[in-house]
């Protein structure tokens, strides 16, 4: 019944099943040695084989639970034991059939008591020999196992061996006839004897509460000090750890009180002196640094519950301690950095449910967002629903599920912060498992990369720019490196009529029209030579994919593209400009031919016009000196007016010729040295006669210091006089035209036309240089002229290098100076 | 009393007749030619006191006539006035001629001048 209330401990079960085959060995045998027939001592020795087969199984399975090797005992290792005793059964029931176990079985009545005497057959002998092996087996444990027994439990022990050994000896006994009683089988008598001393160890010595042996190694080999006090607080126990601490030998500290062994704890452990349960931490210094320990103080109960010692356990935990303080610096310097960079940092806990629960959000949210901490550790859903950017949340959502599926994941998304401000951040979660968990956690940063997509952006659109440029401007760019084209624009394939596709299969050389191929060599030899001199750009004919020759302009500059050297062309087509440009060309020579033309006319017209011009004023003059008889007044007048006329137009003839020579560019200036007295001389032989016919007074005058030739051209300097003389003329009715030459400085020379006439009205005097202009004072009809005079006069003078003057009073005349370089002009000339 | 001749190298017949009656009025022998070759034959065979002297002629252009009335020691007494419509090519002869005049050239200028010409001696 002990046993059975123990059954749950180690062997108990084990123990029951052996008692009980025990007893049934017994009493089968008992019953057969009071059988007096023999068939009825047959019968009860059949029975006493339920035992005898069962005893051998269950004492090795005995011992091998006792000796904590239950993990052999599995129910297949069970059942395979149990086969050699099933049969033994089975052949002991039917043995009159075959006689394997007792092949003769007599009645002894030699003995005291009427015996089986019983002549053993073949199956016998391998049951004996399988029980013996399987006993042998289970004693040979308990031997082995009682030998390791500690003092404490030596009596257990000795009745356990007792008990292990006892049946053997009455087996053998008995199986070899050597019993002093004949035909006496001790072997259930023994057996009897070990359940007894077994029954005893259970009863006196708790024989199942062997067990705490194994929990004295345990408490041995522990590292915690484990003392154990009586209620005097005197030691009746300490494992090795403990007397480590004290510093005493387990026998020299056993019977000490807890005061005097622990001496140096003394002050320690005064304040625990009354206490019976208590726990504390202490730290104790010593030479190499302070030690933490963990004190536990309990009660010791006996089984009715009554004080019976008590128990100190002693716990080193200075690793601990260590490890504890290294892991609140180490969190310190994590928390540091964390505040100390600008990235927002986060730890979210996704629960193998799915739940998701933020285990820290660093204070920089704050910072970032524009948010107050508290924001985001309240709500799980503000980060998601209020800061990340409406046109974001979804991908950001998508970030989250793969959170949800243990997938690290890192994306860009935009966030509004509390201010309005839109910035950009990169969300970057690394999942890592949670240690004997089954959900994970995400470590996540979150960066402000708001400058690095502005910039993005800025290249972008920069980039975009410079693509929409090359491809909409109209000339054709390429870049050319090792043989082949690496880009064109799509002039380059309006321009050359191949595709983009096309081009870059080509190379620049197949496009060089072939007169020029030689040119483009040069050109490319000059730039190897000297590479920074390339020429900025030349012009260059090529051939179109459908072979129509265009002229380009070509601008080449050397660049490095995509660490490869290349050549960036600009190509333009000038077809249309070289066409002009020839098309000038012949217009120019056209005109030249003209111009020669025109100057062969005027000297033709000249000619033609000056001829007949001649006749007329001859015979008109002949007819005035009476040469073809005496004239009437009257035919007087008339002759005075054709010759009149005639004036009028040869002045007319040689200032449109004039105008004509000075606009064309082409007068000439000849200039020489002539003398001043000869072109007054001539002036005054051709302008003579007109003054004479209006009664005025015509003079010249050259002054002293006028030197006998002076340079200049004489042609066209009587055409100016001419002009002058012929103007002061026309204007004066009454009075005098006074011509003089005169040198006013040391470099000058000057012609002077000074007249009495109707002078020039001070607004006019601008305008009477320009042609077909006249004052608007002189008297329309009256005076008549080609309106060209003053105008060549003024160009023919600038040419000259000299200088018109004119000084006027309207009423009282005015007075022209034309002043010219005595040398300059023919100098500049040479 | 023989007077001093003049020749009038003209091709224009109108002109030609003009010149000679201006010549004749100065008190000149004229004598009208209208032709270069008849020109330079007239002038290798006589020595004229002033020569008017047009410079587009047939055959035998006026300039090449002054030239050879300054290449002859003969007529180094010979005054030769140009009486051309081409005022540029007058220029350039302007120091080999005694005078040049531009057509139209006034009667009784040519007269005039002319008169001056006249030999001192024979005044």
Same mark, same amino acid.
């Given at each position: ?31 057969? $040695? ?35 090797? /239950? ?25 009159? $059939? ?147 601490? $004290? ?254 596709? /096309? ?11 072939? &007169? ?62 070289? !066409? ?40 008109? &003059? ?18 005075? /007016? ?119 009205? !001070? ?68 | ?5 003049? *020749? ?20 000149? /022998?004229?004598?009208? $030619? ?64 005694? *005078? ?8 009784? !200028? ?14």
């Amino acid at each position: 019944m002990y046993a059975w209330q123990r059954q749950s401990v180690p062997g108990a079960a084990s123990f029951i099943v052996l008692v009980l085959a025990i007893a049934g060995w017994c009493l089968g045998y008992s019953l057969e $040695i009071l059988s007096i027939g023999l068939s009825a001592k047959i019968f009860w020795g059949k029975v006493q084989y339920f035992g005898i087969t069962t005893l051998p199984v269950a004492w090795l399975t005995f011992a091998l639970q006792y000796t904590r090797r /239950e993990s052999w005992l599995t129910r297949r290792n069970l059942l395979l034991l149990a086969i050699i005793p099933l049969i033994t059964v089975l052949l002991v029931w039917t043995n009159g $059939i075959h006689g394997l176990v007792w092949s003769e079985v007599t009645l002894d009545r030699s003995g005291p008591f009427p015996a089986m005497s019983v002549h053993y057959g073949l199956w016998f002998w391998v049951h004996l020999v399988y029980s013996y092996m399987l006993l042998l087996l289970g004693t040979l444990m308990l031997i082995r196992m009682v030998i390791t027994f500690p003092d404490l439990y030596r009596w257990q022990a000795i009745l356990l061996l007792f008990g292990a050994i006892a049946p053997w000896i009455g087996n053998i006994i008995y199986v070899f006839g050597l019993t002093p009683v004949p035909n006496l089988d001790f072997t259930p008598l023994v057996f009897s004897l070990s359940g007894v001393t077994i029954g005893l160890n259970l009863f006196r010595f708790g024989f199942f509460d062997i067990v705490p042996v194994a929990r004295r190694a345990i408490v041995d080999s522990m590292s915690d000090a484990v003392i154990v006090l009586d209620l005097q607080n005197r030691i009746v126990d300490l494992n090795p750890a403990a007397q480590r601490l $004290i510093g005493y030998p387990g026998s020299d500290a056993i019977g000490r009180t807890g005061t005097q062994a622990l001496s140096s704890w003394a002050e320690l452990l005064s304040q625990f002196r009354d206490q019976r349960e208590a726990r504390t931490e202490l730290v104790k210094y010593e030479p190499d640094g302070p030690r933490h320990f963990e004190v536990q103080i309990s009660s010791l109960l006996d089984q009715q519950e009554k004080p019976t010692g008590s128990l100190i356990v002693v716990r080193d935990i200075t690793g601990r301690k260590e490890a504890e303080q290294a892991l609140r610096d180490s969190e310190k310097r994590f928390r540091q950095v964390v505040s100390s960079i600008s990235d927002h940092i986060y730890m979210t806990e996704f629960a193998a449910n799915g739940h998701q629960s933020n285990l820290y959000i660093s204070p920089n949210v704050a910072t970032l967002t524009g948010y107050p901490l508290e924001k985001f550790t309240g709500d799980w859903n503000f980060w998601p629903t209020v800061v990340i950017h409406p046109d974001d949340r979804a991908s950001a959502a998508k970030q989250v599920e793969r959170f949800a599926q243990g997938k690290n994941s890192e994306t860009e998304y935009r966030m509004t912060r509390a201010d309005g401000e839109v910035i950009w951040v990169r969300d970057s979660g690394t999942v890592e498992k949670e240690a004997g968990g089954q959900g994970w956690v995400v470590y996540g940063v979150v960066s402000d990369i708001t400058e690095r997509k502005r910039a993005e952006q800025a290249l972008l659109t920069s980039e975009a720019k410079f693509r929409t440029l090359a491809e909409t401007i109209s000339s054709g760019i390429f870049i050319h490196a090792g043989q082949e084209f690496k880009y064109v624009n799509s002039a380059a394939e309006t321009l050359t009529g191949y595709s983009q596709a /096309e081009l870059m299969t080509l190379k620049f050389w197949d496009l060089v029209h072939p &007169e020029f191929k030689a040119l483009v060599k040069e050109r490319a030899l000059a730039r190897l030579a000297d590479p920074n001199q390339p020429p900025p750009h030349y012009e260059l004919k090529m051939v179109r994919k459908e072979g129509q020759t265009r002229w380009v302009d070509l601008t080449t500059s050397v660049i490095d593209f995509e660490g490869q050297t290349a050549v960036l062309g600009t190509v333009f087509d000038i077809t249309a400009r070289k !066409q002009t440009e020839e098309a000038l060309s012949v217009a120019l020579e056209q005109a030249q031919e003209a111009s020669q033309l025109k100057t062969q006319l005027l000297a033709n017209v000249s000619h033609d016009l000056r001829t007949p011009l001649n006749a007329i004023l001859g015979y008109t &003059e002949m007819l005035q000196e009476g040469l073809y008889g005496p004239l009437s007044s009257r035919q007087e007048a008339a002759t005075a /007016e054709i010759i009149d006329s005639t004036g009028q137009l040869l002045d007319f003839i040689n200032n449109l010729l004039s105008q004509a020579e000075l606009e064309s560019g082409r007068v000439k200036l000849n200039i020489v040295d002539f003398s001043p007295a000869a072109l007054l001389e001539t002036m005054h032989s051709a302008a003579g006669t007109m003054a004479r016919a209006k009664g005025l007074t015509l003079t010249t005058e050259i002054a002293d210091n006028v030197p006998p030739t002076v340079p200049g051209d004489p042609y066209w300097l009587r055409q100016i006089l001419a002009n002058l003389v012929n103007n002061a003329l026309k204007f004066t009715d009454r009075g005098r035209v006074d011509v003089s030459i005169r040198c006013p400085n040391a470099h000058h020379w000057a012609i002077v036309v000074a007249d009495t006439g109707c002078g020039i009205p !001070q607004e006019a005097l601008p305008y009477i240089f320009e042609s077909f202009e006249r004052a608007s004072g002189a008297a329309p009809g009256v005076h008549v002229g080609s309106g060209l005079g003053l105008s060549i006069v003024k160009n023919l003078v600038y040419l000259m290098g000299g200088h018109v003057n004119v000084d006027s009073d309207v009423g009282q005349g005015s007075t022209f100076t034309i002043l010219l370089p005595l040398a300059s002009v023919r100098e500049k000339q040479a | 009393m023989t007077l001093p001749l003049a *020749l009038i190298i003209e091709d224009d017949p109108k002109l030609a007749h003009i010149f000679g009656e201006a010549l004749r009025a100065a008190e000149f /022998e004229a004598e009208i $030619i209208s032709d270069g070759h008849v020109a330079a034959d007239r002038l290798a065979a006589t020595i004229p006191a002033v020569v008017v002297l047009d410079l587009h002629l047939p055959e035998v252009s006026g300039e090449a006539i002054l030239h050879q009335i300054r290449a002859d020691e003969r007529l180094e007494g010979t005054s030769v006035m140009i009486a051309t419509a081409d005022p540029h090519l007058a220029e350039t002869l302007r120091n080999q001629a005694d *005078l040049v005049l531009i057509k139209p050239i006034s009667f009784g !200028q040519l007269r005039d001048l002319a008169k001056r010409l006249r030999p001192v001696d024979q005044s």
